[in-house]
Nanobody
Framework: QVQLVESGGGLVQAGGSLRLSCAASGRTFSMYAVAWFRQAPGMAREFVTAINWSGTTTDYADSVKGRFTISRDNAKNTVYLQMNSLKPEDTAVYYC?????????????????WGQGTQVTVSS
């Protein structure tokens, strides 16, 4: 069973940048789609972005388009989320998850294995 570990979160001022990492252990995730979700206290979990197994297809929530970039390095068994121009409303726990890399919209895939999350806090 694959294990996912998120890292790279922290406190940053509005307008700043962070890069999150999602590293897999125990099993390669090179053949899986990988997604990032986020959840703020008292709020519903929301889809942020996802990437297919080969890195040729990506999808982004409207709220992060033009600011966030997802990428993957299958040789390192790691997926990254580069977050630029951060806003206070980006504050949340960010989770990575994996699911089958199907020929359907990436946001519609059921992501069935999850990491523990990493906190991102953006101050005003």
């Amino acid at each position: 069973q694959v294990q996912l570990v998120e890292s790279g979160g922290g406190l940053v001022q509005a307008g700043g940048s962070l890069r999150l990492s999602c590293a897999a252990s125990g099993r390669t995730f090179s053949m899986y789609a990988v997604a990032w979700f986020r959840q703020a206290p008292g709020m519903a979990r929301e889809f942020v972005t996802a990437i297919n197994w080969s890195g040729t297809t990506t999808d982004y929530a409207d709220s992060v388009k033009g600011r966030f970039t997802i990428s993957r390095d299958n040789a390192k068994n790691t997926v990254y989320l580069q977050m630029n121009s951060l806003k206070p409303e980006d504050t949340a726990v960010y989770y990575c998850a994996i699911g089958p890399s199907l020929r359907v919209p990436l946001s519609s895939i059921t992501y069935n294995f999850w990491g523990q999350g990493t906190q991102v806090t953006v101050s005003s």
